[in-house]
Structure formats: structure tokens, C-alpha cells
């Protein structure tokens, strides 16, 4: 009889605990985008052009006039995301999600990506990036209202899948491509593109809905390019 009642009392209790209200989760803070910056870092990109390309987009964050923009979404914030690429077996995580909404936030962002090592590795792939980028997305602490892939680079596709099947992939998914192709002069291992860069990335990278793309006409001109495209997209 006691064993019963034991019995009895223990099932109550769990059926008590099971019941009960569990703590609920808090919600992501939100943000008017979410905005992956993905930079090519393949060879074809020498040590002085990757200098300008880091600077270009230390400058363009950190541009009162972006922060500006970034004050007036609707939320008045964005996040934040940047990821270096070259071949198919290389992305990484270079400064993980970060909140900006004024000034601060934004200089700060632009400190810690020059404090940050610089790697080097062959081939380009901008399917792995765009890949990549996607699970970035996924993994996002914030509630984006918008979510933004932003590939930049100097040649085509040459490592991985092709890249209009990550491209359509992500598509798919209601992310949006955009593209920042580098008009270099050189060519990568000693050949020229099949096609021009610029018709490349419109026909192969870039999608989505008001999907678009900015040409740098070279490295020196890159940072005016990301902070006319990084004004069109938080606005």
C-alpha cells in the first residue's frame, strides 16, 4: 500500500513538472537587414589590393552618412556579418554578427577589422561563399526583415559547383544576392575571364528580388563602390 502510494505521489509529481510553465525564450533583437559581407581573399587579390579592399569597407561602415542611413530604417539597425573566401574548401568567419545602430557601433566594427589576420588561399569559389553565407544567415542572433548576401570579388567561378545553383539555392530561400565585381586589369592565372566580370556577376551571382550590382573599376575605386552599394542596401 505504501509502495502505491509512493508510486502514486512520484507520478503526480512528474506529470506536475511536466506541466509547468517552462521560461520563454527571448525573442531576437531585431534588425531593419541582416548583411553578409563576403570578400573574395583568393591569390589573384595581392597584399596592397587586400589592404585597399579592408580599408574600403572600414571606410564605408563607418561612413556617417551609412550610419545615417542605418538611423532611419524602420527599426534603425542593422546586422552585421563579415566572411573572407577563395576556393571551395576556404570560407571563414572573419567578424562574427554584430548590431549597428549609430556611430559607436560602427567605429568600433571598423577596429576590429583592422586588428584582424588576413589569410591567402588559391582558387575562387563564390558558390562555397554564397553556400557559406547561407548558414552564416541561418546561425543569425537577430531578426532580420531582410536578409542579404553581399559577394564581392575579382574573377569567375573556378572552384565548386557552379555558382548560379548556390545562387538560385539561396534564392530559394528569400535571400538576396548582390555583387561587387573588381574590374582588374590582370588576369588570374594567366588567363583572361571567359566573359567580362561585371556580365558574369549579373548573369551567374547576383538574385533576388531588386537584386543589383556595383562595379569597382579597380581596388583604388573599391571603397566609394561598397559605400554606394552599402547605402542602397540598408535603404
Known sequence: MLRRSLLATGLGAGLAAGLAPRPARAQPEPVDVLLVLAVDVSRSIDEDEARLQREGYR?????????EVIRRGMIGAIGLAYVEWAGFEYQRVVIPWTRIANQRDADLWAETLAEAPRASLSWTSISGAIDFSRQVLRDAPFEGTRRVIDVSGDGVNNSGRPAELARDE??????????????????????????PLDRYFEQNVIGGPGAFLIVAEDFDAFGTAVRRKLLREIA
Open 170 to 195: 539561396a534564392v530559394a530561400e528569400g535571400i538576396v544576392i548582390n555583387g561587387l565585381p573588381i574590374v582588374n586589369d590582370r588576369p588570374t592565372f594567366g588567363r583572361m575571364p571567359p566573359v
Open 59 to 67: 571606410a564605408a561602415v563607418s561612413d556617417p552618412r551609412v550610419v
